[in-house]
Structure formats: C-alpha cells, structure tokens
C-alpha cells in the first residue's frame, strides 16, 4: 500500500537514521529536507534561511513519487503549523494514508552531545526499538515489501 510517512522532531533526535531504516523497509522514496535546502543554497537559488523553499520542493517531489505508487518517508523539523498542514493537504489529494511520526529524545544531554558532536547513526538496539514501534503505528510488518 502507498503510503506518506512523515518524520517530524528536533535536529538530533534520529529522525534521518529512523526515516533511512523505514524508506528501505518500504522501498519507498525518502526525502530529506535538510538535504534540499543544502543544494538550494549551494546552488545560489537561496541563502540562509530558506524558508519554505525545501518543504515546497519536497511536498512536489512527493506527489509525483505517490502519484507513481512509490510510498514516501520525509525527514524533516516540520517546525510551523503550515509545514504540517502541507502534508495532510498533500496525504489527501494523493489519496493515501499520512503516518506522522514525531520523533523527541527525552535525555537533554544526550541531545546537546547529538546535536554538538560528530554525526553518528542512532546504536542498534534503540533504533530497533523504535523501529518496532513505528511498525507498530503505521500498521506494517518487520520486513514489509
């Protein structure tokens, strides 16, 4: 089934380790916002801050993929109330189901040395725990194809 999986949180707190693990999981096309706003700006298209440039390109990006029959997983902040509407606005003309995830790490100083230290994927056993968990709020299987 195509579906719209959103992954919503502050920078640090494993959204892009959980999103790559899901969108391989679904073989779904998986879209990083900070990613598209980084080649927005590289590019000379935009400087800092870009506003809602990078969730533009990927809500359009989105359509088409879903349109296609391709699921899709969104890595972003999801900061503002019009950023999350754009996704049920797009979950609804797409006509697929929209998951949001929103991803919190509740040890403030495991967040501070996340977000100040080198960037490293989320250790094993708390990604499969979480993991497990969203399966379990999406409605899928382990291994789901």
């Known amino acids: 089934m195509t579906m719209l999986v959103v992954f919503a949180g502050r920078p640090g707190t ?3 380790t ?3 693990l899901l969108g391989a999981e679904l073989r779904a096309a998986v879209l990083r916002i900070d990613v598209i706003e980084a080649t927005v700006v590289r590019s000379g298209l935009a400087a800092q801050p870009v506003g809602s440039i990078g ?3 990927a809500r359009h ?3 088409d993929c879903l349109a296609a029959g391709t699921s899709v997983v969104v890595d972003a902040v999801n900061p503002v109330a ?3 509407q754009g996704w049920r606005t797009l979950a609804v003309a797409a006509a697929v189901p929209l998951h949001v995830v929103e991803v919190a790490l509740a040890d403030a100083g495991e967040h501070r040395r996340r977000v100040d230290g080198p960037r490293l994927l989320v250790d ?3 990604a499969g725990q979480a993991m497990a968990a969203i399966r379990d709020h999406i409605g899928i299987s382990p291994r789901h194809r």
Request: charged share 30%; net charge positive; no cysteine.
């Open 55 to 57: 969730y533009d390109i």
């Open 82 to 84: 019009e950023a999350r």
């Open 18 to 20: 959980l999103s790559r």
């Open 14 to 16: 494993g959204k892009t």
């Open 124 to 126: 094993g056993g708390a």
């Open 61 to 63: 990006l989105a359509a």
